[in-house]
């Protein structure tokens, strides 16, 4: 399994970035994905899930309403729409795969890993 981001980068606050996550050696007809983060210091939070049974998503409270996680079944890519972003959001961004535990955002659950994207926000 190969799990590769990118899209990362700087923006100015209330700006936009979309993240990308190129997905092979999974199948993730039967699983979940999701978006991870860690800030210097902090540990390592799940943001968003899809699950891909019935493409239900969850979302931590620190970036709902302004967070968009899909899959592109043909491209066989996951994708993070992040907008209205905030210097908090400042952090290390990963993807990551596995089996689907009900939507749940513990990185213990998730097996693959992709090596991580740098996101920076500018006040």
């Known amino acids: 399994v190969q799990l590769v981001e990118s899209g990362g980068g700087s923006a100015q606050a209330g700006g936009s970035l979309k993240l990308s996550c190129s997905v092979s050696?999974?199948?993730?007809?039967?699983?979940?994905m999701g978006w991870f983060r860690q800030a210097p210091g902090k540990e390592r939070e799940g943001i968003a899930v899809?699950?891909?049974?019935?493409?239900?998503?969850y979302y931590a409270d620190s970036v709902k309403g302004r967070f968009t996680i899909s899959y592109d079944t043909w491209e066989k890519t996951l994708y993070l729409q992040m907008n209205n972003l905030k210097p908090g959001d400042t952090a290390i961004y990963y993807c990551?795969?596995?089996?689907?535990?009900?939507?749940?955002?513990?990185?213990?659950?998730?097996?693959?890993w992709g090596q991580g994207t740098q996101v920076t926000v500018f006040p």
């Open positions: 990551a795969a596995g089996t689907d535990y009900g939507l749940v955002a513990d990185d213990i659950l998730y097996p693959y």
């Open positions: 050696g999974f199948t993730f007809d039967d699983g979940a």
């Open positions: 899809i699950r891909a049974s019935d493409e239900a998503t």
